[in-house]
């Protein structure tokens, strides 16, 4: 596959290769089933372990918002496996911390943000007696469902710039966190737990 990879490269002259929206999820399943085996893996470099877990998480967090309703309660438990496997990876990895005190300034998009806020909490919370794996799980899931009430309001608005918004926007736009909470509430057909879906309702508080 890797030659493959590398003659469509030199005779297309491109960098990127695209999937189609329908082979996500077969992509997300490679992905974990990757990052669980890299996790462990001392001679892996740490910037290899991040690009594939920021790549699950963030695909992840795309195949949430693209969800129709009638679906999204299997959909927000699949997010359930997926923080279960990255909050594994951070245990894992001891140079993690430093690591991410290294990364260049950028200015993330939703699900980059999703992705980072769940994995700088889950690093926070190593430093704490009474915190475990589970805490971590806990944490990178409900990063992953924050902002999922954005995905009711119109797309141009939940992309724009805070400094761009009138008043109304900024009205409607600040109302996400009570419309993620609702969501969760009618979709989860499993049932979030309280500590979830309190960090939903407040992450802005």
């Not at 496996?81 to 991410?100: H, K, P, Q, Y």
């Not at 899931?141 to 009430?149: E, I, R, V, Y």
Request: proline share 3%; with cysteine; hydrophobic share 40%.
């Amino acid at each position: 596959m890797e030659a493959e990879l590398k003659d469509y490269e030199l005779d297309r002259g491109m960098r990127s290769v695209y999937f189609l929206r329908t082979h996500r999820r077969l992509y997300l399943n490679a992905s974990s089933l990757l990052l669980q085996k890299m996790a462990g893996l001392p001679l892996v470099p740490l910037k290899a372990k991040f690009g594939v877990a920021r790549i699950l998480c963030e695909l992840y967090i795309q195949e949430l918002f693209e969800t129709p309703e009638e679906q999204r309660a299997s959909a927000v438990e699949r997010g359930r496996e997926i923080a279960g496997i990255v909050a594994a990876w951070v245990d894992a990895d001891a140079g993690l911390e430093s690591f991410l005190l290294e990364l260049p300034e950028v200015e993330p998009h939703l699900e980059s943000q999703a992705f980072l806020t769940g994995l700088f909490a889950s690093i926070v919370s190593k430093r704490f007696s009474w915190a475990t794996i589970r805490t971590r799980e806990t944490l990178i899931f409900a990063s992953f469902l924050c902002d999922l009430g954005l995905a009711t309001l119109p797309r141009e608005l939940s992309r724009m710039r805070a400094k761009r918004m009138n008043a109304e926007q900024r009205q409607q736009f600040e109302s996400h966190p009570e419309l993620a909470y609702r969501m969760h509430q009618e979709c989860d057909a499993k049932g979030l737990s309280e500590n979830i879906s309190l960090i939903v309702r407040e992450h802005h508080e």
